[in-house]
């Protein structure tokens, strides 16, 4: 998929011999996981997920196979949970007003460029492709490719780039990673210490950081995940209390294989134990859905109810609160001024790009 020049595009004379150059339009793609919309889309999402080489990599026709059995096997559960929400995700409720909010921001902040979001889910609607047709009518000049994964994964961030990459040929810059800013840090800790005053205050609460897990194999082969959820944390723990107690964990494990550990369960069980009450802050999710409004809020909770755990809270994902916005402007505006390149904030160590796994992402 090309971009096509509007009719009166590119430099031009003026009529006095000089050149003018037409402005810049510039197509910011979010991209995020995408969840069903209703019932009847939830085995096709799944089976979307999980024929996706970067989830499951085996060959096709195989993994075509493999698919089809593992969506209709988890159709009737994550129906279930989805049911508890209405019968879909809010994922793209919630990431039309990150959208909305960034577009706002950019505009106050740049005000020779004309900016417009593009959402772009992998498994479910609006898909990539669309985003990249609807970036292309709009007659972008140029994109930035902004992943709504502050932490890197070949599952997400490197599958949702490439998919990207395979269609459309727009020149781009990509924001790769942006696990330890200081300005996601702090929409993190306002939630945290929202959920805790909200809570009463109580004393020395312990904070489960519960990330989205993922298979220990695709760890071990190099993917960089992990060591950018510890990077977060590290980063909020700096501005939360102390004396506070805090520990990762991993949460929706789906299948037999072993999977990032501890698990959020397995850790409100010590808890529990402890008689230690907690606040679980997701920290790699940055808007609400089945993960956070199902299993954190209900199935957790339920958990910690029936071990007595002394209170159990939940801090919010950032959304669309100012901070996590003004985080996603300010690497957009580092994007925009250095185009072509791959925009990277993982604390100088190990950067994906360096191993090529996002490497394609850079364009240009
Ligand atoms: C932090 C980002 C995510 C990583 C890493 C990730 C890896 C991963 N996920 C699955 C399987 C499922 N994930 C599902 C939902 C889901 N996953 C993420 C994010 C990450 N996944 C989000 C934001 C969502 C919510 C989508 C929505 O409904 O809005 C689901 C569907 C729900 C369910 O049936 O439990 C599955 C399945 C794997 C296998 C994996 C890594 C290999
Ligand atoms: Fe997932
Ligand atoms: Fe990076």
Redesign the pocket.
Known sequence: MSAVPIEDDGPREDGHGLRVMTSRRVAIILF?????DKQDAVRP??FN??NDK??IGVPQPFRYFIAQLISRR?EK??KA??ALMGGG???LTETRKQAEALETEMAKRVSNVTFRCFIAMRYWKPFIVEAAEAAIDWHATDAILLPL?P?F?T??TASALEAWTSICDLPVSTICCYPAGQKLAQSHADAILNAWREGGSPERPRVLFS?????QS?VDRGDP?QWQVEQSVAAVRKLLPAEWDTRICYQ?R??PMKWLAPSTEHEIKVAAKNKAGVIVAPI??V?E???TLV?LDIEYRALAKRLQLPFYLRAQTPSAAPRFIDALADLTERALSAPGKLQSESGGRLCPAAFGLCAQGSGT
């Open positions: 995020n996981l995408g969840g069903p999402f799944l997920l999980f970067a989830i988890r559960l994550a949970n989805y995700s809010p994922i994964y932490q994964s599952t997400t990330a989205h897990g993922l298979p695709i995940y929706s789906v299948g790699a999710f808007s859905h089945v993960e299993e």
